[in-house]
């Protein structure tokens, strides 16, 4: 919205500021961090009223948790995603068809939350929405979204899938880029989703992903930036830099509230939004295997889950104490604390990991 204030900086120079993606990007972040610090208190009030007994917790998980966590509200991710919203709307071009289609997957993956946030509360029950129901409406959502980011993609690259490390390279994916793309973001939503388990495990490394993907996004949508570094250049994209801000300020935000011991959950409302928005950037910018690499802590999450699953099919054995693996720590002896900031650095490290590749071509 304000963006189009810089028609005006002809007439009165001030304006010519919101030209600039840099200060564009810090208004989000600003804007986001503090409607949160604002609205906050009263969503985490209003939450715990109408939840009641809060988000249930699964009798087979760490007997801590029956202690630490019951009773305590979720829909966090209401917080994240209002916030988030408003600063997005308030400062990015309107007009970028890849904000909108970031903006679908983050409200839509958010309302898939929601309701499976609503039924286990409603329910007293940890199951929620079904499995396959709710992946094949993730899907959908996601191949639309795919859809919009191939119509806008420059010529060569709206079917291509490039590799880090290697420059001047784009395989041809053609029709199949499409479930590539929605793989991509449904797995990037629900690798998050998994993650959330522990007070803080999941937000913080959702910013360091989203500041990771700012810069990428910065880059690869600037054409002197995007040359020097042997990058595709994706023009349009660097506007996606403003929506990673507004995800920083407001996962910063709700941090203040999240912080051990939380006074509130985020849920399936903000995690699948969160990683959705994250899995959509990286399909933008053509950066989607980095974004294995920069969320290779969600995907280690994920995997554990994978193989634990598959492992008691095949064989009756499980291979950790318990999925995802935050929670096989816990049962090693791990406090909440150990495990939660050893987590944040381990994805730290990933995420620089996945930057030198912007370089290193």
Not at 45 to 67: A, F, M, T, V, Y
Request: charged share 10%.
């Amino acid at each position: 919205m304000l963006y189009f204030l810089q028609q005006f900086a002809d007439t009165l120079p001030v304006f010519n500021v919101f030209r600039y993606l840099s200060f564009r990007t810090g208004g989000a972040i600003i804007t986001a961090l503090f409607f949160v610090f604002l609205f906050g208190p009263g969503m985490v009030s209003s939450l715990r009223i109408r939840q009641g007994k809060g988000q249930p917790i699964r009798e087979d998980g760490p007997q801590s948790h029956l202690l630490t966590k019951k009773g305590k509200p979720t829909m966090g991710g209401l917080m994240i995603l209002s916030g988030a919203l408003v600063s997005i709307l308030l400062w990015a071009d309107l007009s970028n068809m890849y904000v909108w289609a970031v903006l679908l997957v983050t409200t839509g993956f958010g309302l898939v939350g929601f309701y499976d946030d609503y039924l286990k509360v409603k329910h007293q029950n940890h199951k929620g929405f079904g499995g396959k129901p709710r992946l094949a409406i993730e899907s959908v959502i996601a191949l639309v979204a795919c859809v919009i980011i191939a119509s806008q993609a420059p010529e060569g690259y709206a079917n291509a899938l490039l590799l880090p490390f290697v420059k001047d390279l784009a395989i041809n994916l053609g029709l199949f880029f499409f479930v590539f793309g929605a793989f991509v973001i449904v797995g990037a939503g629900n690798a998050v989703n998994l993650t959330d388990g522990l007070d803080g495990l999941a937000i913080v490394p959702v910013m360091i992903a989203a500041a990771a993907f700012g810069l990428i996004a910065y880059l690869v949508g600037n054409q002197v930036y995007s040359e020097y570094l042997f990058l595709n250049f994706v023009p349009g994209t660097g506007e996606l830099s403003i929506i990673c801000g507004a995800l920083i300020g407001a996962g910063l935000g709700f941090l203040w509230f999240n912080a051990p011991p939380a006074q509130i959950i985020m849920g399936d409302t903000g995690s699948l939004a969160l990683g959705g928005a994250l899995g959509t950037i990286a399909v933008a910018t053509k950066h989607e295997i980095v974004m294995a690499i920069v969320g290779g802590l969600f995907v280690l999450e994920a995997v554990s889950v994978i193989v634990q699953v598959a492992s008691y099919r095949l064989t009756g054995k499980r291979v950790f104490k318990m999925a995802p693996i935050h929670h096989h720590f816990e049962h090693l002896g791990w406090t909440e604390s150990q495990i939660v900031i050893r987590f944040w650095i381990i994805a730290m490290v990933l995420a620089l990991i996945g930057l030198s590749s912007l370089k290193l071509r």
